[in-house]
């Protein structure tokens, strides 16, 4: 059972709804509503009309772009820092890339209607849900830069400093199918990364999980591919 909210004067686990201010989060509690987040749930299909957004509060949603030839790639994380539901903050009502739930948690919801109202009523909260906007456009882009310029293995590292971020946990439940898709390469590429970590006795693995060993460690394999959408996101809204 997904717990509601003990009080509504109450920060939410949300860190994107806890930075609001008093007032604006008045205009959505109303319509939130506490919901279960299941693997693999779609939370956005390609190129249909979103109806609903998703502030998580555990788990993570990944965003991945889709091409004509099935190719499927993630390009971007969306945990307890953030919402779904770009293209609604930025005045659209769907995207061509599908979300889902890779690593299950919970969330609150809302109709997307309702958003667009609480927005057009509160400037200040339309900023403030830009500005995580920006702080996502940041992390695609840095994703991209990764993808093209990086090692796998300082890709991998990267991926699990993004996912403890947004879990808090030091076992991550992660498949090598999921991973592949992440890094955007085959699964032995995936084992040989994962490999190499290990080496360095940064992780451990078992059966569909990795254990967070020394997080400075990954830190410094990851090495300027981490830091700038997490330094972006605190000076705009943390």
């Known amino acids: 059972m997904v717990p509601v909210l003990a009080a509504r004067n109450d920060l939410p686990r949300n860190r994107l709804l806890a930075a609001l201010s008093r007032d604006d989060r008045a205009l959505l509690l109303p319509h939130l509503k506490p919901v279960a987040l299941a693997l693999l749930k779609d939370i956005e299909r390609p190129n249909r009309r979103i109806d609903t957004v998703y502030f998580m509060e555990s788990g993570i949603a990944s965003v991945v772009a889709l091409q004509a030839d099935e190719t499927r790639v993630e390009v971007g994380l969306i945990g307890r820092e953030g919402m779904s539901g770009i293209a609604v903050v930025l005045g659209g009502n769907q995207s061509p890339h599908s979300t889902y739930i890779q690593v299950a948690g919970e969330g609150q919801r809302m109709p997307a209607n309702e958003l667009r109202k609480a927005m057009m009523a509160s400037e200040s909260l339309r900023g403030l849900l830009l500005k995580f906007v920006q702080v996502f456009m940041v992390q695609t882009a840095h994703t991209a830069i990764a993808n093209a310029r990086s090692h796998i293995d300082q890709r991998l590292a990267r991926w699990i400093l993004m996912a403890h971020d947004r879990t808090g946990d030091t076992t991550l439940p992660l498949t090598h199918e999921f991973l592949a898709l992440m890094l955007g390469v085959r699964r032995p590429g995936v084992t040989e990364a994962l490999q190499s970590l290990k080496r360095l006795k940064l992780i ?13 460690g990954i830190e410094r394999a990851a090495g300027d591919s981490y830091g700038v959408p997490e330094k972006e996101y605190q000076r705009l809204i943390s």
Not at 207 to 216: A, E, F, M
């Open 204 to 216: 451990k693995t078992g059966r569909n999980q990795i254990l967070v060993l020394d997080r400075k």
